[in-house]
């Protein structure tokens, strides 16, 4: 099946400092990537998506500013975390689609970001 | 903005009895996934449904999309201490950008 990986898989920084991560479509291209957030025991709150060469569409209430999103290529998205505060502190999900459907959505498994 | 709403929150089943979890979305959708989420883990894909009235089986797993396209069910017949874990539906829309929408979960406990 279709594999996405994230990099990296858990990171500690220290506030004011920024933080990237990496979704990468192993085995296939993505036409569209997706950026979730997730707290403990809740739900997946989507920040934005991502369409190769073209900005991305953030959610209301996500400062695109602080949540810096590059999909350079069809199969690299990177979700860069800016001036991190505590607050930031959270489980972050891509997932990447293969095609412009309404298809399943392969999830890689997850950057812990822990801002100290 | 569309909403999806999910309950139970949390379910306990002994080994053995069935689990239901159901999906309510304050839109039409027009496609309703399933995820599962192991403790730790990431969401995996177990299916989608598009059709009005779809029910779909996965082994012991039924899926249900109702005829108003805005509600669905998971139902797990007998379940096993591997069906441990949250799980999530997801609404799709019929915009250009394809999103999904989570509902909140249900986090399943089977007791052995």
């Known amino acids: 099946g279709a594999v996405v990986s994230q990099h990296p898989s858990w990171v500690i920084c220290k506030s004011g400092t920024s933080v990237k991560i990496e979704c990468r479509s192993l085995d296939f291209q993505a036409t569209t990537m997706f950026w979730y957030r997730q707290f403990p025991k809740q739900s997946l709150m989507l920040m934005a998506t991502?369409?190769?060469?073209?900005?991305?569409?953030?959610e209301q209430g996500v400062e695109k500013d602080k949540f810096l999103i590059n999909h350079a290529s069809l199969t690299l998205s990177t979700l860069t975390v800016t001036s991190a505060h505590p607050e930031d502190s959270s489980f972050y999900i891509c997932?990447?689609?293969?095609?412009?459907?309404?298809?399943?959505?392969?999830f890689g498994p997850g950057t812990r970001l822990t801002v100290t | 903005g569309q909403q999806v709403m999910q309950i139970p929150q949390y379910q306990h089943v002994q080994e053995g009895e069935d689990f239901t979890t159901y999906c309510n979305s304050s839109?039409?959708?027009?496609?309703i996934q399933w995820y599962k989420q192991r403790p730790g883990g990431h969401p995996v894909f177990l299916i989608q449904?598009?059709?009005?009235?779809e029910v779909k089986k996965q082994k012991r797993l039924t899926f249900q999309f109702g005829e108003a396209k805005k509600n669905s069910s998971l139902h797990i017949t007998a379940t096993q201490t591997t069906d441990v874990g949250t799980y999530f539906c997801?609404?799709?829309?019929?915009?250009?950008?394809?999103?999904?929408?989570f509902g909140s979960g249900t986090q399943l406990t089977v007791l052995p």
């Open positions: 997932s990447a689609r293969a095609g412009a459907g309404a298809g399943e959505q392969y």
């Open positions: 991502s369409n190769e060469g073209s900005k991305a569409t953030y």
């Open positions: 449904l598009v059709k009005s009235g």
């Open positions: 997801a609404g799709g829309n019929s915009g250009s950008a394809r999103q999904l929408t």
């Open positions: 839109t039409t959708l027009s496609n």
